[in-house]
């Protein structure tokens, strides 16, 4: 993979910061969720983040936006999840974490503060992180609400799949000649005007 979706140059940041503002294409958030249940829900998400330097150091804080769907897992429906999740990470030159081995001491405070990751020196990718973020944001179970009873136990489910319980006239018709639905439908107007 030679292009990034998120990419910094961090020959362009000063102390005092520079914002981007990058689509979160739904093409890629549907490559990236590939072997995960959930997927694009179809809009661009957007990440929002201010970066600067700190020596070397490239300090990143932000938001990260995002539409998912993924099947409710107790009864399939398809259940939205809005990431909304605000970002903070620390991009360290790789080989100055190399480097380190033995000085631990003076990274542990930054580690604790925010996500610590390796760039080039040259360009911070945020690729991965963002990527990683957006996962951890996916329930393990996700639920299309809180008291979801399950599978509906409805014999009519694996043939009505908007899972909107059909009417008793939709069933009506199901079972009758086509060529008689007028009919059918022009009787229950009378029957209504009776009532
Ligand atoms: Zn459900």
Redesign the pocket.
Known sequence: MSTHEFEIPARELDAAGKSFTFPVRAAWLRGILEDNQATAAGPDGVLEIRASKSGTDVVVTGSLKAELTSP?G??L?PTDIHVAQQITALYVPAKEIKGSTGLDDEYEFAAEEADMLPFDGDTVILDEFVRDELILEIPMIP???ED?AGMSPSPDAGRDTSGAPSSALEDEEASIDPRLLPLLRLKKQTERKKE
């Open positions: 409710c107790r009864c429906t639920l299309c609400s979801c």
